[in-house]
């Protein structure tokens, strides 16, 4: 049975920072690609920053610069660095593991506030 477990949401100061983490068990990680998503109220779901899995990244255009996507294969996580948070990155943040041949997976995510 495959799981994605997201953590490290929470409430933090305009500026500050988060740290999540993503994850995956069931499911051999390494050979995923690795997305973290946002969806804020009233929202569309977006893509927020991406990594293959073979390690090349892509980042929203909002986010470029302040958040960093990173993946830990044998530990079977992807973490996404989050800094000088913005009170519109406000959002619930999912993960989702995908591949070429079919086969997506997302987790439950994890709600992140930011404060002005």
């Known amino acids: 049975q495959v799981q994605l477990v997201e953590s490290g949401g929470g409430l933090v100061q305009s500026g500050g920072s988060l740290r999540l983490s993503c994850l995956a068990s069931?499911?051999?990680?390494?050979?995923?690609?690795v997305g973290w998503y946002r969806q804020a109220a009233g929202n569309q779901r977006e893509l927020v920053a991406r990594v293959t899995s073979g390690g090349s990244t892509n980042y929203a255009d909002s986010v470029k610069g302040r958040f960093t996507i990173s993946r830990d294969n044998a530990g079977s996580t992807s973490y996404l660095q989050m800094n000088s948070l913005k009170p519109e990155d406000t959002a619930v943040y999912y993960c989702k593991l995908s591949r070429a041949m079919g086969g997506d997976y997302w987790g439950q995510g994890t709600q992140v506030t930011v404060s002005s």
């Open positions: 069931g499911i051999i990680f390494g050979i995923y690609n």
